[in-house]
C-alpha cells in the first residue's frame, strides 16, 4: 500500500543522480542529529517492551544497543511474575471496553450543511469497519501504554478499493482502482520528530522510516531506476527498531524473526510550510514530502499531496508531562518495583530448595563424595574415621523477617502507581462484600483513566477528521457503500466526496468511551422498567441495551415489520414504490416511514421521490382504517360498536370526508395497477345529534350508537 504522492508525475526533467544524492544526504543528516538525543528514550521503550514480554532479567548493552540477558549458575532462580503484561492488559481492557460516540459538527444551520454533516458522520462509521479500526485501536493503545506514545498515520491508498478497466478513453487503456482511506499504526520507534517540538502538531519536520518488500519498493520508482533498489540485510540498519525487536523477540523465545534479506527501508520526511526556506515555501505552499527509497531518492521533494492536512500524523500519549514530547508508560511506573518483587520472590524460592535439600559441612578428609549427596532413601553413608560427623547447614528462615510484608507492600505499590486495584482484576478486596463499595472502587480506578482515555478520544477525532478530509479531495466519482443506518440496520449510501462540502469536524461525545459498569447499568434500566419509564413494546431494543441479545432475540418477530419497512423506506429512495400488504402491522410501518421523513436528508430529496412516500403512507392508513372496520364488535359492547377513526361523537357535527384517493404510482419501475380498496361495510358515518339526557360527560354517559347506516332520531 502506497500514499497518493506515489503516483503524482515525477519532477522536471529525468532522474538525476546527484541531485538523488543531495536529498538523500539531508535526510540523513536529520535521521543523525536524531539518533543521539533518542538513545535514552530507545533504551527505555526496549526494557518496557521486554518486560511487557516477560522477559524481567534482562539488561541494557550500551556497546551495541541491544538487550542481553547475563549468565547465571544453574541453581539461580530466576522468577518471571508478569504482572508488568497484567496490568497494562487491565488497562486496555478498561480503554477498549466502550467505543467512542463520533458526530459531525455542521459547518451552519443551512439546510445543506445539516444533511452534509449527517452524511459525513455515517461516512465515518463506514470507514471505522473500513479502516479495521477495531483492530488497529488494541494496537495503538497496546503501543502506548508500553513505550508512552504511538501515532496512527491516515492517507490516500490509491491502489485500493474495487478495481475497473478504462477501454474506451485511447491511450489510458489498462486496470485502474478507484482508492480508499488507508490508515498505519506507528510505534515510536518509526518517527522522528523535530527536538524542539512539544508535541507533533509544533513539529516543522518528521521522519517516518519503515520496511517494505523489494516488489512494493520497486514500485515507488521510476521504471529506469528500479535495478538500483536492491535488497539488503535489514539486520544492518541498527537504528530501525523492527531489527532490534524482531532479535528480543528470538532471545526471549518466541518465534524466530523471518528474514528481512528481501526488505527495503523506506523513509518518508515530512516538512510544513513554516518548516521552508522562503524560496521552497514557494514551491511548496502546503509543505513538502521528500521519499527515500532503499538510499535512492526516485522524486525530487513533491508538494505536500493533501490540500487541508499539513502533517498527517496524530499523537496518543500515555501518562504526559509537562514541555514534554514523549510521554511516560505504564512500565515506568512500576518496572522496577515489578523486578525487586521477582528478585524476592525468587530468592524465596532458592531459600526453599535449601531447605529441601540443605547444604552438608564436612571436613575435608571424610572421604564423602559428591555422587553420594544424593536423595535415595536408606543408604549407608560411611565417613572416615577419626573425622568430624557430617551435617546439614540451617539455611535461615524468610517468615521472621517481615518478608511477606515486604511482598505485599511492593504489590500495593504497583497497584497505587497505576491505579488498578484488586477489584479492576477482578478479585474482592478483603473485608469488601458491599456491592456499592465495589462499585465506587471501579469509579475511582476508572476516574484515573480519564487521564489517557479524554486525549485518546481528542486524538481518535482528530484522526476521523483527516480521514473526512482525505475523502472529500480523492474521491471524486459518486461512491456507492452499503453502511449500518439506524438502530443497526443495513443502509445504503451514495456520495461524493464534494457532498461532504466543509462539514469535515468530527467529535467525539465526552466520556462515551470511558467504561461504565454493566452492573451498575442493569440496575437502572431495571428500575426504568419497573416503573414504566421504559414502552413495553421496546422489549427488544431493552433487552439490547441490557446485553441479552438471547434474550432480545425470542422478540425478533417483532422486528420483522420494522425491517421490512426499512427495506421499504431504501426502496423507496430509489424510486420504486412498494405494495402494502394487509397482513402488515401499519401502524409499525407507519412509524418508521413517517421517521424517515422527519430527518433533514428526507427534505433534499426530489419530489416525485417524497410524493412517493406520501401514497404508500396513506395506502397504510386506508388499510389499517379497513381492518378495523372489519374487526367484529367485542363480545358485550353496544350494538352499533365502536366509533371508527374520523367518525365524529355525539356532539361534534358533521364527520370529515373520506380519505383522498391515493395519487398515481411512478411510472418507473413498472408496478401492476392496484384494484380499488372496497367500500367499508359500515359505510360513511352519518353527523350524530345531540346527546338525550344533556351534555356529554354526565352521569349516565354517552347513548349508545345506533347501527351504521340507519338516521338517527
Not at 502538531?201 to 521510476?222: C, G, N, Q, T
Request: aromatic share 8%; glycine share 8%; charged share 25%.
Amino acid at each position: 500500500m502506497q500514499d497518493s504522492i506515489d503516483d503524482q508525475p515525477d519532477g522536471e526533467g529525468e532522474w538525476d543522480e546527484r541531485e538523488s544524492a543531495k536529498w538523500v544526504s539531508y535526510v540523513s543528516q536529520f535521521s543523525d542529529k536524531q539518533r543521539e538525543s533518542r538513545y535514552q528514550l530507545e533504551k527505555r521503550w526496549f526494557l518496557n517492551l521486554a518486560y511487557y514480554n516477560n522477559l524481567m532479567w534482562v539488561s541494557w548493552n550500551d556497546s551495541d544497543r541491544t538487550l542481553r540477558e547475563p549468565p547465571a549458575p544453574s541453581y539461580r532462580v530466576r522468577l518471571s511474575v508478569p504482572y508488568v503484561l497484567e496490568f497494562v492488559d487491565t488497562m486496555l481492557a478498561k480503554l477498549l471496553q466502550s467505543k467512542p460516540i463520533f458526530y459531525v459538527q455542521p459547518a451552519s444551520n443551512a439546510d445543506e450543511d445539516v444533511v452534509a454533516a449527517e452524511t459525513a458522520e455515517r461516512l465515518a462509521a463506514f470507514d471505522w469497519r473500513l479502516l479495521e479500526m477495531d483492530r488497529l485501536a488494541p494496537e495503538l493503545m497496546k503501543w502506548v501504554l508500553t513505550c508512552g506514545t504511538a501515532f496512527l498515520h491516515p492517507y490516500w491508498d490509491p491502489k485500493a478499493g474495487e478495481m475497473w478497466t478504462d477501454e474506451e478513453e485511447p491511450g489510458k487503456e489498462g486496470t485502474y482502482f478507484v482508492g480508499n482511506p488507508g490508515m498505519r499504526v506507528i510505534s515510536p520507534f518509526e518517527l522522528e520528530i523535530d527536538p524542539t517540538a512539544r508535541h507533533i502538531s509544533e513539529a516543522k519536520r518528521v521522519l517516518y522510516k519503515r520496511f517494505v518488500s523489494i516488489e512494493d519498493a520497486r514500485d515507488m520508482v521510476p521504471e529506469e531506476i528500479r535495478d538500483r533498489v536492491q535488497a539488503s540485510n535489514a539486520f544492518t540498519e541498527d537504528n530501525v527498531f523492527d531489527t532490534r525487536y524482531l532479535g528480543l523477540m528470538a532471545r526471549g523465545g518466541h518465534d524466530a524473526p523471518k528474514a528481512l534479506d528481501d526488505m527495503v527501508l523506506v523513509q518518508e520526511m515530512w516538512e510544513r510550510p513554516s518548516g521552508l526556506k522562503p524560496k521552497d515555501r514557494k514551491k511548496s505552499p502546503k509543505g513538502r514530502r521528500i521519499l527515500i527509497v532503499g538510499g535512492v531518492a526516485p522524486k525530487p521533494p513533491q508538494p505536500n499531496p493533501h490540500d487541508d492536512i499539513e502533517m498527517p500524523f496524530v499523537q496518543f500519549n500515555a501518562f504526559g508531562s509537562p514541555g514534554r514530547l514523549w510521554a511516560m508508560s505504564a512500565p515506568d511506573l512500576i518496572r522496577q518495583l515489578n523486578y525487586f518483587y521477582n528478585r524476592m520472590m525468587s530468592q524465596l524460592m532458592e531459600n526453599i530448595q535449601l531447605h529441601n535439600r540443605p547444604k552438608v559441612t564436612a571436613s575435608s578428609g571424610c572421604e564423602i563424595h559428591d555422587e553420594n549427596m544424593d536423595n535415595e532413601p536408606g543408604e549407608v553413608v560411611r565417613y572416615a574415621d577419626g573425622t568430624e560427623k557430617p551435617s546439614y547447614m540451617s539455611p535461615p528462615s524468610m517468615a521472621g523477617s517481615g518478608f511477606w510484608d515486604n511482598i505485599n507492600r511492593v504489590f500495593s505499590d504497583m497497584e497505587e502507581a497505576l491505579g488498578i486495584r484488586q477489584v479492576s482484576r477482578g478479585g474482592t478486596p478483603n473485608n469488601v462484600g458491599s456491592g456499592i463499595a465495589i462499585s465506587m472502587l471501579l469509579e475511582q480506578d476508572d476516574t484515573r483513566l480519564a487521564l489517557i482515555k479524554s486525549p485518546m478520544e481528542d486524538g481518535l477525532a482528530a484522526v476521523g477528521a483527516m480521514d473526512l478530509k482525505i475523502r472529500k479531495q480523492f474521491t471524486e466519482e459518486p461512491r456507492l457503500v452499503q453502511i449500518t443506518g439506524d438502530d443497526n440496520r443495513a443502509d445504503v449510501l451514495e456520495f461524493m466526496g464534494a457532498d461532504l462540502r466543509d462539514n469535515v469536524d468530527l467529535r467525539v461525545e465526552t466520556g462515551s468511551s470511558l467504561p461504565s459498569s454493566k452492573f451498575a447499568k442493569r440496575s437502572l434500566l431495571f428500575d426504568l422498567w419497573e416503573k414504566g419509564v421504559v414502552d413495553q413494546q421496546d422489549r427488544p431494543r431493552f433487552w439490547k441495551l441490557l446485553e441479552l441479545n438471547v434474550l432480545g432475540k425470542a422478540y425478533e418477530e417483532e422486528l420483522a415489520d420494522e425491517r421490512l419497512a426499512d427495506y421499504e423506506n431504501l426502496m423507496m429512495k430509489r424510486g420504486v414504490a412498494q405494495k402494502v400488504e394487509k397482513y402488515y402491522d401499519h401502524a409499525v410501518h407507519k412509524a418508521r416511514h413517517n421517521l424517515e421523513r422527519k430527518r433533514p436528508r428526507f427534505q433534499m430529496l426530489e419530489k416525485n421521490i417524497r410524493e412517493l412516500f406520501d401514497a404508500h403512507v396513506l395506502w397504510h392508513e386506508q388499510m389499517e382504517a379497513q381492518a378495523q372496520a372489519e374487526q367484529p364488535p367485542a363480545p358485550g359492547a353496544a350494538p352499533g360498536g365502536p366509533p371508527q377513526p374520523g367518525a365524529p361523537m355525539p356532539g361534534q357535527g358533521a364527520a370529515p370526508p373520506s380519505l383522498p384517493p391515493m395519487p398515481p404510482m411512478p411510472p418507473e419501475p413498472p408496478m401492476p395497477e392496484m384494484p380499488p380498496l372496497p367500500p367499508s361495510p359500515m359505510g360513511e358515518m352519518p353527523p350524530m345529534g345531540p346527546a338525550p339526557g344533556g351534555d356529554m360527560g354526565m352521569m349516565g354517559g354517552f347513548p349508545p350508537m345506533p347501527p351504521s347506516g340507519m338516521p338517527q332520531g
